[in-house]
């Protein structure tokens, strides 16, 4: 790439001229790539973590308060036992 000045319509302008057509391709992609694919994929990542995260700890909530609440259900039916004997 061989950065230039261009006059257009009497106004000074910059340019970047190519020494080949492939060359200025493979920059367009290259600038594609690493500003769009890259960082959609880095989005992509980072929310699909919070969103393990976030259900592996509703599932763990989820077993405790099972947890708890069968225990509860055990010690309501053990004292209903009681007092029918």
């Given at each position: 790439m061989l950065p230039t000045t261009v006059v257009?319509?009497?106004?000074?302008?910059?340019r970047a001229s190519?020494?080949?057509?492939?060359?200025?391709?493979a920059h367009g992609v290259w600038n594609f790539v690493s500003f769009?694919?890259?960082?959609?994929?880095?989005?992509?990542?980072?929310?699909w973590r919070i969103i393990v995260t976030i259900r592996r700890q509703a599932?763990?909530?989820?077993f405790h308060f099972r947890k708890i609440y069968f225990s509860y259900c055990s010690l309501l039916s053990?004292?209903?036992?009681?007092?029918?004997l």
């Open positions: 257009v319509d009497g106004v000074c302008r910059g190519w020494r080949s057509r492939a060359a200025e391709v769009f694919v890259v960082i959609l994929v880095i989005f992509i990542f980072c929310y599932s763990d909530r989820i053990e004292e209903r036992a009681r007092k029918l």
